[in-house]
């Protein structure tokens, strides 16, 4: 299950101004996780330059701390660079622009760096990630990702913040495996004060061979008016599925749907209440509301792909 919840300000006028108001809420989430920077931290989604520790080791070994880890064309893979200014206490990862097909674009730009700590106590095995743009500037994404030894195997909970130099969004997430081999269930607040956005999402999940399934509530509120996002969506090769409903201050508003769609396609959107058809800019509004939860689930993982390979965390 998804919920996410936010406030915002302004005057209803009816239907459309209620849209425009979930449009800007949705645009800040949005606009905040397809930042540079933090598209640059997805590719550690797919693997991380740091071997898995072992059980009982450091996260980080003694043989890489005060040292940056940089990328090269050449091998296709990071090294260890003779680049100072690494902090001594964890290992720095310089993180590149992205080519269109998600590797990292040759000739390798660098465009920030990635310090990660080990910030372990007893009883808590915990990975601090701290991103900055290069030269050093204010962090834009700092995060811990841990886990107690009296919970359960990849029970792990994570705090921090990501920005994108203009906004900024502070999350909380916990996420469990689910009752299957491959079902997550994670709880995630998402909170931006100067937008008045405040986020929650509960969010379960089961993926199999070249599928994947998502029920999922998704509301949102602000000062014009509320909207809530409701179903199942679904993932099968290249096909996509919906079977939701979208309520309007709590009024049935619109149908969402599409069965075994091609991935280049989005779903049907039909009005619900007696209304022959929406706008072009209510239809894009939707389209986004829609949207949202995979680009939420998505972001935090790419946001948390580094820690996350050191210390498990369901989303």
């Known amino acids: 299950m998804l919920a996410l919840t936010a406030a915002g300000c302004g005057e209803s006028t009816g239907p459309l101004a209620d849209l425009s108001g979930l449009g800007t809420s949705v645009a800040v989430v949005n ?25 009982g080791a450091p ?33 720095r990862v310089v993180l590149y622009q992205r080519a269109p097909d998600g590797s990292i674009a040759c000739p390798a730009t660098a465009i920030g760096q ?36 009296a919970d359960p195997e990849n029970v792990a909970s994570a705090t921090g913040f990501v920005s994108d130099g203009q906004q900024r969004l502070d999350f909380q997430v916990t996420g469990e495996p689910g009752s299957g081999l491959h079902n997550t269930i994670a709880t995630v607040q998402l909170d931006d004060s100067a937008a008045d956005l405040h986020a929650v999402l509960h969010h379960a999940a089961e993926m199999g061979v070249d599928t994947y399934g998502d029920d999922l509530d998704l509301s949102v509120q602000h000062a014009a008016g509320s909207a809530e996002l409701k179903g199942s969506v679904g993932w099968a090769n290249t096909l996509r599925s919906w079977d939701e409903i979208v309520l309007v201050n709590d009024a049935p508003f619109a149908k969402v749907g ?58």
């Open 114 to 149: 990635l310090d990660l700590f080990d910030a372990s106590a007893p009883g808590t095995t915990a990975v601090r990630g701290v991103a900055t743009a290069p030269g050093g500037a204010a962090p834009l994404v700092d995060y811990t990702i841990s886990h107690s030894a």
């Open 258 to 315: 599409g069965s075994f769609v091609p991935e280049n396609e989005g779903p049907s959107i039909s009005p619900i209440g007696g209304r022959p058809f929406f706008t072009d800019e209510e239809r894009r509004v939707l389209l986004d509301f829609v949207g949202a939860p995979n680009s939420i689930r998505a972001g935090l993982a790419g946001v948390l792909g580094a820690g996350a390979r050191l210390v498990r965390i369901a989303l």
């Open 59 to 91: 996260l980080i070994p003694d043989s890489l701390l005060g040292k940056t880890l940089a990328f090269t064309c050449a091998s296709q893979r990071y090294a260890e660079s003779g680049d100072s200014g690494a902090p001594a206490t964890g290992v």
């Open 31 to 55: 606009t905040v996780f397809a930042s540079p920077l933090v598209h640059s931290l997805d590719v550690f989604r797919f693997g991380v330059p740091l071997a898995a520790p072992a059980a």
